[in-house]
């Protein structure tokens, strides 16, 4: 893609634009070394934008992490377990940008609304209007794991009710072109459109791991450089290289549309005007430690992408990346911070856009973020108890099962979590100090487990 130059203005971004997929780990971009995938537009944001390498989703499982994305409250007080539904009453962040007289909308995956598939097929089931967030426009679906039928519904804004119309194509160039044409519509408004909010949310890289041509086939499984903390057994090896090939088209083909968006944002003349922040919900195992897909506390499952690109000039350039940790409910009232706004009391995340400004006032940097798995799935490649745990910004990790520690790593010299110290003696000082602090996080937030004495 041909490098746009993006001149300094002296105001803030009017309009934010979320992009994200599902499952994408933080490792898988070319910008922070993974050697077997090729993401320029992704690198591109985080080189020209803010990169945030420590950022994470503290419950590593779609349905609790976008309730927390959504309405910046943690998961155990808004969506605590897969097929829970958010509940209706709850404030997103589309009325808090509405409030301020933004035009909303919602392209997408949502997974909030508590469809159990046991029932039927999620990508079928209607979302009511009243459940959508609150958003403007919404054209989305509950949840779909079939990217090559991928079903959507919602309404428009001044436009009603939008019955479930089968997309064209692969879902993630489908559902792009769902934004691109809102924002082509919104140019031809000219002067009269309000500044806007919105969402793309696509499955992949969620598995099924298979892309679309010209992106399927690029990857050798037999040839990928798989992590050290890969365990050199046989099944394990296997499965990882298989789905690791997919998982890989799959992120180039999201890359590809994330270049059409910044080209579209170019051609309208919004780049001035417009952030993109781009992330994930969680990410994927593929074999680290033995183990496959999510809401597992290992980095893999938990580090995720975090971007801030566009907007002209008061975070552009920056240099170097941040390394404040980040986490899920943090989304929603950064993004609104982003635009000068003030983010509503009753979100609970932190307003961390002025680690992204130049110049700009200067904020204390978390010291730690919070995780959870509050109802497990029982899945397959699932971890089977709740459990809790806590990172610091010092470079610590404690994950603890019911009254038991269970992980602990030192991310500074272990950042491949291939040295659990959880019940080594010599670091009982640092366990109690990481303990003290996780006991913290679950008394101010309201949680309730039952954590080792």
């Not at 309009?15 to 499952?23: K, M």
């Not at 856009?353 to 200067?362: E, N, T, Y």
């Not at 108890?385 to 990172?391: D, E, I, L, M």
Request: charged fraction near 20%; charge should be negative; glycine fraction near 10%.
């Amino acid at each position: 893609m041909a490098t746009t130059t993006v001149s300094a203005p002296s105001s803030l971004p009017r309009n934010v634009i979320w992009i994200f997929g599902d499952q994408h780990r933080s490792q898988a971009l070319s910008l922070h070394g993974d050697p077997n995938v090729h993401t320029p537009n992704i690198d591109r944001l985080g080189l020209e934008g803010q990169d945030f390498p420590r950022a994470l989703m503290g419950y590593p499982l779609c349905c609790p992490c976008r309730g927390s994305l959504l309405s910046s409250r943690y998961p155990h007080q808004c969506v605590p377990g897969h097929e829970y539904a958010m509940p209706t009453e709850t404030k997103t962040v589309a009325h808090a940008f509405a409030e301020h007289g933004y035009e909303t909308a919602w392209f997408g995956k949502w997974h909030v609304d508590g469809f159990k598939e046991a029932e039927g097929r999620a990508a079928f089931h209607t979302v009511p209007p009243e459940r959508r967030g609150g958003f403007e426009t919404w054209i989305g679906y509950e949840n779909n794991n079939s990217p090559w039928d991928s079903w959507v519904h919602g309404h428009r804004a001044g436009a009603g009710e939008v019955a479930h119309t089968r997309l064209p194509g692969f879902e993630t160039d489908a559902l792009t072109d769902l934004l691109l044409d809102f924002l082509e519509k919104r140019s031809q408004q000219g002067g009269e459109a309000r500044p806007f909010f919105a969402g793309l949310s696509v499955q992949p890289p969620h598995n099924p791991y298979v892309a679309p041509a010209p992106f399927a086939g690029r990857h050798n499984p037999a040839t990928l450089s798989l992590r050290p903390n890969v365990p050199a057994v046989p099944r394990v090896e296997q499965a990882a290289r298989q789905d690791l090939a997919g998982y890989y088209g799959l992120i180039e083909n999201l890359d590809w549309n994330v270049g059409r968006v910044m080209e579209a944002l170019a051609r309208l003349n919004l780049l001035d005007s417009t952030a993109i922040v781009f992330f994930s919900d969680h990410g994927d195992l593929h074999g680290s430690h033995g183990q496959f897909k999510k809401t597992a506390p290992w980095e893999e499952s938990i580090r995720v992408p975090f971007m801030i690109w566009g907007g002209g000039s008061p975070y552009y350039g920056r240099q170097g990346a941040s390394p404040a940790l980040v986490n899920h409910v943090d989304l929603a009232p950064t993004s609104l911070g982003l635009c000068g706004l003030k983010p509503p009391e009753w979100m609970q995340g932190r307003d961390l856009s002025p680690l992204h400004f130049r110049g700009g006032p200067v904020i204390e940097r978390p010291d730690s973020a919070y995780l959870q798995n509050v109802v497990p799935t029982g899945h397959s490649d699932s971890v089977d108890q709740p459990w809790r745990g806590v990172v610091t910004d010092d470079g610590w990790k404690l994950v603890c099962l019911e009254r038991v520690p269970w992980l602990m790593f030192n991310l500074n010299e272990d950042p491949y979590e291939e040295v659990n110290l959880a019940h080594n003696s010599r670091y009982r000082e640092v366990r109690e100090r990481l303990l003290k602090r996780l006991r913290r996080w679950v008394e101010d937030t309201g949680d309730s487990f039952p954590l080792p004495e």
